[in-house]
Every structure is written in structure tokens, then in C-alpha cells.
């Protein structure tokens, strides 16, 4: 069975950076749809960062853009999300996330998304 699991979080100062990897099992990263959620306490699951089945299109939401980066690693089986420029409200639980979209939109949608890992906590401090 297909198995996501996530590692790289951490406790940062503001400003700082944290790569975040995705380890992916029971499917190559390039048959999927990949993308990056997060999750603070007491708000709802949010869309971070997609990069696309087919192409390696990336897509970011706007409070990430310019700061963070999707890349994946076929040979390895991996995707990473690096952050830089960190903000205190980057803290979340983050999670990575996979589909099978041949061509189907709504990347910002985690309905869209068949496969997800366990998730790994991101804390940045003032």
C-alpha cells in the first residue's frame, strides 16, 4: 500500500529556514500528483504548495510564495518542501499529501488528494 511519511520539523526563530522531506512507498513520486498542507490548532487544514503529476508545474499558496519551494526527487522516491524566511505564523503541523489527477485541477483542495502521511510539526518562534 502507498505510504507517505514526513520528517525535517523542528523548533526555528523567525527568519530561519527548515527543509521538510517526504518519503514516499508503494508508488513512485512521479506517477503522483504531490503537494504540502498544513494544519495550526484551531483553524482548518490549508493548501500549502502542489508540483504536478505530469510536467513538474509548481503552484504555491500566496502566503508561501517567494518563500517556500516543492522539488521532488525521482531516484530517491522523495519530495521536499523548503521553507526560508520562516514566520511565527508558518507554525502548523504540515503534511504531505499525493493524487492521481491525470489532468484534474483543484490542487488546493485536499478532497482531491487519495494518500497523505503522518504529518510533522513545525514551530517558529519570535
Known amino acids: 500500500q502507498v505510504q507517505l511519511v514526513e520528517s525535517g520539523g523542528g523548533l526555528v526563530q523567525a527568519g530561519g529556514s527548515l527543509r521538510l522531506s517526504c518519503a514516499v512507498s508503494?508508488?513512485?513520486?512521479?506517477?503522483?500528483?504531490m503537494g504540502w498542507f498544513r494544519q495550526a490548532p484551531g483553524k482548518e487544514r490549508e493548501f500549502v504548495s502542489h508540483?504536478?503529476?505530469?510536467?513538474?508545474?509548481?503552484y504555491y499558496a500566496d502566503s508561501v510564495l517567494g518563500r517556500f519551494t516543492i522539488s521532488r526527487d525521482n531516484a530517491k522516491n522523495m519530495v521536499y518542501l523548503q521553507m526560508n524566511s520562516l514566520k511565527p505564523e508558518d507554525t502548523a503541523v504540515y503534511y504531505c499529501?499525493?493524487?492521481?489527477?491525470?489532468?484534474?485541477?483543484?490542487?488546493?483542495?485536499?478532497?482531491?488528494?487519495?494518500?497523505w502521511g503522518q504529518g510533522t510539526q513545525v514551530t517558529v518562534s519570535s
Open positions: 508540483i504536478t503529476q505530469f510536467g513538474g508545474n509548481t
Open positions: 499529501a499525493g493524487r492521481i489527477s491525470y489532468g484534474q485541477n483543484y490542487y488546493s483542495d485536499g478532497a482531491t488528494y487519495a494518500y
Open positions: 508503494g508508488r513512485t513520486v512521479s506517477s503522483l500528483g
